[in-house]
């Protein structure tokens, strides 16, 4: 019996700042909302059959709304294809943003590992800019976003 060849991306949500954000609601980071928006785009430019092929192994793992770090799994075969759908997305609901990818590994335990380095510098980038006005609650939710990484498998 032969596993399931799978890559991992870890990805950088990006509010575009070259558009205008409709509205003063901040963008929401979810695993629902990237998710949504992936399909989308794979949708328009591959159409429905390569959207179904597309969604054997596809699954938003992780996301840190802090951070604005996300995690993604998809097939081994269709990674490109998703990866370009990914460059091509341009809103999450209201909110323009781009992706940036900061590492494509194929196996989860170096994904895990790029994935606690970049989320760790960025939180104390994010920590450096808010200054004093961090609060407790925000230092607890990016504790459990780490734990949560650490503890991330199939």
């Not at 575009?16 to 629902?32: A, H």
């Not at 429905?48 to 996300?70: D, H």
């Not at 799994?73 to 759908?85: M, N, T």
């Amino acid at each position: 019996m032969v596993g399931f060849k799978n890559r991992y991306m870890v990805m950088e949500v990006l509010l575009d700042p070259n558009k205008e954000i409709s509205g003063d609601d901040p963008i929401v980071v979810t695993q629902f909302n990237i998710s949504k928006a992936i399909k989308d785009s794979i949708l328009v430019n591959f159409g429905e059959c390569g959207l179904a092929s597309s969604l054997g192994s596809f699954q938003v793992k992780y996301v840190n709304p802090i951070t604005k770090l996300c995690v993604i799994r998809v097939s081994r075969d269709e990674y490109q294809k998703i990866w370009s759908s990914i460059s091509m997305v341009r809103r999450i609901g209201n909110c323009p943003v781009l992706f940036n990818l900061l590492d494509l590994s194929g196996n989860i335990k170096a994904c895990k590992t790029a994935a606690l380095k970049c989320d760790e510098l960025k939180f104390e980038q994010y920590k450096l800019m808010v200054g004093a006005r961090l609060s407790a609650d925000v230092t607890q939710h990016m504790k459990n976003c780490l734990e949560k990484i650490r503890i991330l498998e199939h």
